[in-house]
């Protein structure tokens, strides 16, 4: 059989990439996931809904409270609920590298040329992109539900590159966990060891004032505000340049600060 | 095929281990070997010794393969090669890149198909094909004409289009080996590329690799625990047993350095009673191993000739003989002859499969 062997094959390296192109092509899959879904898209669209009717009601005498800062208090928490959607998507996307890793397509797309990067990058992407579908919808059914959105139709970019901001903050920082966890139980307990005191210390359901003064301080600096003070503007009384500008300056710097630290770690452990 | 002859067209290579790799590093775009690694180390920081001090050389256009138990070495060093993993010590380099300073061009000279068939079952065959392709910086036209050729050599063009969650397993296998080639690597590297799957199976994934360096002169390092794959396939093998390389030749070349035939007996003393006597001085006999559930094995030079008069002898002594098999040295019983146990023991042996999943998990 060897004799018929042809001159060996000679080297020609396939091209270069680049960060952007390659984020594209790891993003694409993850959206081809979400499209293949149809239980899950109904799920994402389906699941806001009830959070809105359910919390909606819940709490609706809380409106009454003096000092309360809206009319109804489905109108406060309208941008909490786009807020917390974003929390629960963006912190599970962790889970898909762990998934990848365990099934050997982390591998397959690390042995490939692909920008070192653009794993996180793209996973990033994808959950961005998936937070500003879920925003819009949440939009709708709030606007449905009677809710009043006072910056009109200039301010929904605004509110859904907000919450997609979020997203990748969050995003960033599942993917540093999945960098270091390596199997889904542990994780899965980190995520949601990180979620619900991450929600329920911000103001996202509830007005600082109405907190006990360390509750209060930690809502501060609880980077979900960063996001849902501006877009709580938004919904409440429109536009809001100085508190518009601080919360995507805070929110871009740390969208910058996980991605760096998610690629690092996902790059210590390659050579 | 025929599974005993040598392989002709391979250089004669030093059989002992680490006298490959004397030469000079090779330089990239020179006529050098397509692979060459020195003193490669890998060290897990749990402390397991994965891979130790292998060096090989494998030139352009040859099948080589890595043939060793589970847990000896064989995915490491790949790991290694194809720069997601980074060596303790020594060097390695791939068409003439050192795969720790120049990854990047290692990556985008080279093919990897994992043993972990990793293909994506959400998407179509054609899709993972496309999505691969697009990995590798290909232009979407290049993607379509060479996916539909690597997805028709693997057999898949009818079922290219369905979702590879209703594949079989072979087929997912088929896809992923499909994938590795959408680039037209110059080396591919395949962990393991039969595990797990039948036998009909394991022969047409033969027939594409014999293809794929037959036809486009690709490079192909392989790693196996099945003996009948390194001798089917490979032009040479190194034999590598936890994590060092015991011995490396073209097969039929380290089938010579175990002798002759091998002889298996089983003997009875004058009073019934099986018997296991020393055997070293019988006429002809090379390298006697130790005996085994009762049966002795050992060379003879020219089995023909020698067991009639090694049975003689044993008459002469009282012994009487209950069986007797002669065969020509095989690929196991090479590793036999280097290791001193039989590869097959180990499959699924408690220690090792323990150490196996050791280095499975340090390497995650």
Redesign the interface.
């Known amino acids: 059989?060897?004799?018929?062997?042809?001159?060996?094959?000679?080297?020609?390296?396939?091209?270069?990439?680049n960060l952007l192109?390659?984020t594209w092509?790891v993003c694409?899959?993850e959206l081809?996931?979400y499209v293949?879904?149809p239980m899950r898209i109904f799920m994402t669209l389906f699941q806001p809904l009830v959070w809105l009717v359910l919390m909606g009601n819940m709490y609706q005498r809380i409106a009454a409270v003096p000092g309360f800062p809206a009319k109804s208090y489905l109108d406060y928490m309208a941008p909490g609920i786009v807020v917390m959607v974003t929390l629960f998507g963006g912190m599970f996307t962790g889970m898909s590298v762990v998934w990848d890793?365990r099934?050997?397509?982390l591998?397959?797309?690390?042995?490939?040329?692909?920008a070192r990067s653009a794993v996180v990058t793209g996973k990033m992407l994808a959950a961005g992109i998936q937070a500003i579908i879920q925003g819009l919808v949440i939009l709708l059914i709030a606007l449905a539900m009677g809710v009043k959105f006072s910056a009109g139709i200039g301010g929904v970019p605004l509110l859904l590159l907000l919450a997609a901001l979020l997203c990748l903050v969050l995003t960033g920082f599942s993917l540093a966990l999945a960098a270091v966890v390596?199997t889904h139980e542990t994780l899965m307990a980190l995520v949601n060891f990180f979620t619900m005191p991450l929600m329920f210390t911000s103001n996202a359901m509830m007005p600082t004032q109405f907190m006990p003064t360390w509750l209060a301080d930690i809502a501060r600096v609880n980077p979900i505000s960063f996001a849902i003070n501006p877009m709580r503007t938004l919904f409440l009384s429109g536009y809001d340049v100085a508190g518009l500008v601080e919360g995507f300056l805070i929110l871009g710097a740390l969208v910058a600060v996980m991605a760096f630290i998610a690629s690092s770690l996902f790059r210590r452990g390659?050579? | 095929m025929d599974h005993t002859t040598d392989k002709p067209g391979v250089a004669a290579t030093p059989l002992a281990a680490g006298a490959a790799a004397e030469a000079a590093p090779p330089a990239v775009g020179g006529d050098g070997p397509a692979l060459w690694a020195k003193d490669l180390v890998k060290r897990y920081r749990r402390g397991v010794l994965a891979v130790d001090q292998a060096s090989f050389e494998v030139p352009r256009g040859e099948i080589f393969g890595f043939l060793g138990p589970n847990g000896a070495g064989k995915s490491t060093t790949i790991l290694m090669l194809i720069t997601l993993l980074r060596p303790t010590a020594g060097q390695a380099r791939v068409c003439g890149y050192d795969v720790a300073r120049r990854a990047d061009a290692v990556r985008r000279s080279v093919g990897y198909v994992s043993q972990d068939i990793a293909v994506d079952d959400t998407l179509t065959g054609r899709q993972n094909v496309y999505l691969q392709g697009r990995f590798y910086h290909l232009p979407p036209r290049v993607i379509a004409a060479r996916s539909a050729e690597v997805l028709a050599m693997v057999d898949l063009a009818d079922r290219a289009d369905d979702l590879v969650s209703t594949y079989s397993g072979g087929m997912r296998k088929r896809l992923d080996i499909a994938e590795g080639l959408i680039h037209r690597p110059a080396v591919l590297f395949l962990d393991e590329p039969t595990l797990g799957l039948d036998i009909q199976t394991r022969r047409r994934i033969w027939e594409y690799i014999e293809r794929l360096r037959r036809e486009q002169g690709i490079t192909i390092f392989l790693t196996t625990h099945y003996m009948d794959e390194a001798d089917a396939l490979c032009d040479r093998v190194a034999i590598i047993d936890h994590g060092r390389i015991v011995a490396i030749g073209a097969t039929g070349e380290l089938k010579r350095t175990v002798g002759g035939d091998l002889v298996t007996l089983k003997l009875r003393g004058p009073d019934g009673r099986p018997v296991t006597p020393d055997v070293a001085d019988l006429p002809g006999v090379e390298h006697a191993y130790e005996p085994r559930d009762g049966a002795l094995s050992f060379v003879v030079k020219d089995g023909e000739r020698d067991v009639p008069r090694i049975l003689a002898t044993l008459g002469e002594r009282g012994l009487v003989c209950d069986s007797l098999a002669m065969k020509r040295p095989s690929l196991d019983d090479v590793f036999l002859h280097f290791t001193g146990r039989e590869l097959r023991q180990d499959e699924g042996g408690g220690s090792f499969w323990r150490t196996s999943m050791a280095v499975r998990r340090a390497r995650r």
């Open positions: 059989m060897s004799e018929a062997v042809v001159k060996p094959a000679v080297v020609v390296p396939v091209p270069r990439g192109v390659d092509w694409w899959r081809k996931h293949g879904q890793r099934l050997g397509f591998h397959k797309m690390l042995a490939a040329p692909l390596t390659m050579a």
